[in-house]
């Protein structure tokens, strides 16, 4: 007998195309939404890097904190040191993302405007990298632990620190040129304000989960911060900036 072409409920009729297909069985559709597999990899060696350190860490570590083999790390960082220096990318390419708009505007104040915008841009660069650290305070460890030995890994420091300090510091060494501040080390005072901001991040971290006393430590540092910028690039007779 020949078969019939009309839907056993009658509600379409023959050939509609529209109609909605039924799902094969198998595996479940990929939630485009969730962090990628390399990115769950950084996230969780980031951490564990910044805890204990590159040599306290394996690659098994790693794996068993994503919840996958460790072969599919290796599929995707073949070596410790590759994931390594992926974690410091990582971490660069966010600080760098927020850093560059006040970097650009304290340049553009170093070539254009008078010595007190100058020291109010300064004052605007410093906040965006203490906030940046306190946001990712998994940066300071990470590289507290990879200063830890000053002979290791020099290269972390050539591509993922130096750029941006050395941008500060010629723009600093401009401003002084240019007779709007009295700068003879910039990359003295720099390397102060980086490691006082790392410093604040670990006093914060040494106090626990004081969410009262982390807010008032915040606001201390930070007119701490704009004191030493005020005092440090003080206009003659001027006092600096009361930003």
């Given at each position: ?49 910044a805890r204990h350190g590159a040599d306290g860490v394996s690659m098994r570590d790693i794996a068993t904190r994503v919840g996958i083999d460790v ?107 240019r007779g709007l501040v009295v700068e003879p080390t910039p990359h003295i005072t720099v390397r102060s304000l980086v490691w006082a901001a790392h ?45």
């Amino acid at each position: 007998m020949r078969k019939s072409t009309e839907n056993k409920g009658g509600e379409e009729g023959e050939g509609n195309v529209s109609a909605p297909r039924a799902r094969r069985r198998g595996r479940p559709p990929r939630d485009h939404s969730a962090p990628s597999t390399p990115d769950r990899i950084l996230a969780e060696a980031t951490d564990l890097f910044a805890r204990h350190g590159a040599d306290g860490v394996s690659m098994r570590d790693i794996a068993t904190r994503v919840g996958i083999d460790v072969s599919s790390v290796h599929h995707h960082f073949p070596s410790k040191a590759s994931l390594y220096d992926a974690c410091f990318a990582r971490v660069f390419e966010l600080e760098q993302a927020t850093l560059t708009p006040p970097v650009r505007a304290f340049l553009a104040a170093v070539r254009s405007e008078p010595a007190g915008d100058v020291v109010g841009a300064m004052h605007d660069l410093v906040d965006a990298f203490v906030d940046f650290l306190d946001e990712h305070p998994q940066t300071t460890f990470l590289w507290l632990r990879r200063w830890l030995d000053p002979s290791l890994h020099l290269s972390l420091d050539e591509a993922y620190s130096l750029p941006i300090y050395g941008e500060i510091e010629r723009a600093l060494l401009d401003a002084a040129t240019r007779g709007l501040v009295v700068e003879p080390t910039p990359h003295i005072t720099v390397r102060s304000l980086v490691w006082a901001a790392h410093g604040h991040v670990t006093a914060l971290s040494a106090r626990g989960g004081d969410a009262v006393t982390a807010d008032r430590e915040r606001r201390e540092f930070r007119a701490y911060a704009h004191r030493f910028v005020d005092r440090l690039y003080a206009t003659p007779g001027g006092g600096g900036s009361t930003g």
